[in-house]
């Protein structure tokens, strides 16, 4: 069975653009978890979708968004990049989400603002 | 708030047993979560505790204690592909995950 997969895996951006990222659950998933990864502030949660809807959102700016598809597919974005925004954003899926019992990550999508 | 605790770094030598605790303190709870994260790689999910007790799987245990705010990984016969980062994480009331920094395990010979 297939994992999760992200893409694209590095990305280079300047201050100001936007950015958007993707993400392929494992198949029959249907809730998937965004994350970013920092050096310094480690592993934060962003928001969760489940068939289509945001479930859960993190303590993060409005520039940072997401969607759901049908096929449980999702897209991060961020708005008006910053310096800040520079991380490791990881994506992760299970079965129905809740209490994230069991999540499998992807590879992630390293991001660098400049 | 959400706060988690975890020791910054181990050390260990193969074939040892390492404890890794975490101590949290959140508003609601709905379980802890370890996870082990190779430098590079995705977080692993390793174990899931939400009652009092000790889960064993393997060569690894995970034990929780919900009236100390408390729970321990143990690594039991380390290998040296056990070195990696290990995130404690809690779920709390609104089941939205917090994640400790991570404990970065050194194992050598």
């Known amino acids: 069975k297939a994992g999760v997969t992200q893409t694209p895996r590095y990305l280079i951006k300047t201050r100001g653009q936007q950015v958007t990222l993707s993400c392929s659950p494992i198949?029959?998933?249907?809730?998937v978890s965004w994350y970013q990864q920092t050096p310094g502030q480690g592993l934060q949660f962003l928001f969760e979708?489940?068939?289509?809807?945001?479930?859960n959102k993190g303590n993060f700016p409005g520039r940072f968004s997401g969607r759901q598809f049908s096929n449980s597919r999702s897209e991060m974005n961020v708005s008006t990049l910053e310096l800040g925004d520079s991380a490791l954003y990881l994506c992760?899926?299970?079965?129905?989400?809740?209490?994230?019992?069991?999540?499998?990550f992807g590879p992630g999508t390293r991001l660098t603002v400049l | 708030g959400q706060n988690i605790d975890q020791p910054t770094e181990m050390t260990a030598t193969e074939g040892a047993i390492v404890q890794i605790n975490c101590t949290y303190q959140?508003?609601?709870?709905?379980?802890l979560f370890w996870y082990q994260q190779h430098a590079g790689e995705a977080p692993t999910f390793l174990s899931y505790?939400?009652?009092?007790g000790l889960e064993e799987k393997g060569r690894f245990s995970s034990f929780l204690s919900r009236s100390k705010g408390y729970s321990y990984l143990l690594l039991k016969e380390l290998q040296m592909k056990d070195s990696a980062s290990y995130l404690c994480?809690?779920?709390?009331?609104?089941?939205?995950?917090?994640f400790g920094r991570g404990t970065s395990l050194i194992v050598h010979p």
């Open positions: 198949s029959g998933h249907r809730s």
């Open positions: 505790n939400v009652l009092d």
């Open positions: 994480a809690v779920s709390g009331g609104s089941y939205i995950p917090t």
């Open positions: 992760a899926s299970s079965l129905n989400g809740v209490p994230y019992n069991e999540q499998f």
């Open positions: 979708y489940f068939s289509e809807t945001q479930r």
């Open positions: 959140t508003s609601g709870f709905n379980g």
